[in-house]
């Protein structure tokens, strides 16, 4: 009796390759020919690194790195009864900065609500380059927060991720 099928996938994150997002549409051109008079519809979404994970040193992807992948899985589109909604890069983009950012995020939230672009204020801000990976040897703007996962654990299962 199900109408709906929603999938959500994540794409940009660190490793994946093309072949890995043309799987997304293989899986769903799968899905499709199995399932009964419900629709199907996936939701992309840009992988944004965040505090306090393993993958909170590794970039965020180039707008250009992103669009090309999302570009594949339009392809979802043209199978009958399937649809793909895209997240938006630029609102990805701003939450990645936010995520990495130190007190001086604040300053910036303010500019925002002041009118002011989000992606000029950003990028004026001095706050670390979402794009950028980071060095595990190195303090990050949030380590002084206690959260109970030893930074240690989660440098070893980053480096487990990116030799995998």
Not at 83 to 108: F, H, M, T
Request: with cysteine; glycine share 10%.
């Amino acid at each position: 009796g199900l109408k709906t099928i929603k999938l959500y996938f994540m794409v940009g994150l660190p490793g994946e390759e093309y072949g890995d997002v043309e799987g997304i549409v293989d899986l769903v051109g799968d899905m499709a020919r199995v399932r009964r008079r419900c629709r199907l519809v996936v939701t992309v979404s840009p992988f944004v690194p965040k505090p306090h994970t393993p993958l909170q040193w590794a970039g965020f992807k180039s707008r250009k790195h992103l669009n090309r992948k999302l570009q594949l899985l339009r392809a979802i589109n043209r199978i009958r009864g399937c649809s793909v909604k895209p997240a938006s890069i630029g609102q990805a983009w701003i939450e990645a900065y936010l995520s990495r950012g130190n007190r001086s995020v604040a300053g910036v939230l303010l500019e925002i609500a002041g009118g002011k672009n989000p992606r000029i204020a950003l990028s004026r801000s001095g706050l670390i380059d979402p794009t950028e990976e980071l060095d595990t040897s190195k303090p990050l703007p949030w380590d002084f927060i206690d959260n109970r996962t030893p930074k240690k654990g989660l440098v070893q299962a980053y480096e487990k991720f990116m030799d995998s």
